[in-house]
């Protein structure tokens, strides 16, 4: 199997020498979060690419009409398609310590076993066929979503979580984010 590439020369931005609009971005998220996580440092690079990510992810959390369990459960899902370790264990961690998915719950997504839980099974396979068909997911995972209780308007949410996770996936594999130490205990 051969390497992905990765930048050469971007290197995570940090207040120290970042321009002006740079250094803005990044003190609001210090300001926010009480650090900078490093996945923030690189998509700076580009202050586009931050700014877009952060107000689609704020758009999501407050408007997508989805829980905070189900949000995760979205985010993973798209996170664990895509293959961002980075992702998949700072939504784990929020997962566990601030938007309460139950631990079995959790535990099936980490072993990509079917989720205890069949309503958020069926969010589950839904995110995770729309991400892989590039939004073609089959009558069938789409009949099963709605027959769960899920709306149409919500498969426009879950587009929103896959552009906001697609900024934050990519830009991970391009500039080899690394982990943050609050993240670390949810590596997998």
């Not at 051969?2 to 970042?18: D, W």
């Not at 689609?56 to 989805?66: I, K």
């Not at 697609?166 to 949810?186: I, Q, R, V």
Request: with cysteine; charged share 15%.
């Amino acid at each position: 199997m051969s390497q992905h590439f990765t930048t050469q020369t971007l290197e995570p931005v940090s207040s120290e020498n970042a321009d002006v609009e740079q250094k803005k971005m990044l003190d609001a998220a210090h300001a926010a979060l009480g650090f900078v996580p490093n996945m923030y440092a690189n998509m700076v690079n580009v202050p586009g690419v931050l700014s877009t990510y952060l107000h689609g992810y704020a758009e999501f959390r407050q408007r997508s009409g989805f829980t905070p369990v189900e949000q995760e459960v979205i985010f993973l899902a798209i996170s664990q398609h895509n293959g961002c370790r980075y992702c998949t264990a700072a939504h784990s961690m929020l997962a566990d310590k601030v938007s309460g998915v139950p631990s079995p719950v959790l535990a099936a997504i980490w072993t990509n076993q079917p989720l205890p839980d069949p309503k958020l099974q069926a969010l589950y396979a839904f995110t995770q066929e729309l991400v892989s068909t590039n939004g073609k997911p089959s009558q069938e995972i789409g009949d099963a979503f709605l027959a769960a209780g899920y709306s149409d308007i919500l498969v426009l949410q879950i587009v929103l979580a896959a552009a906001v996770k697609t900024l934050s996936n990519y830009t991970n594999h391009l500039c080899k984010t690394e982990l943050d130490d609050k993240f670390a205990g949810y590596k997998i």
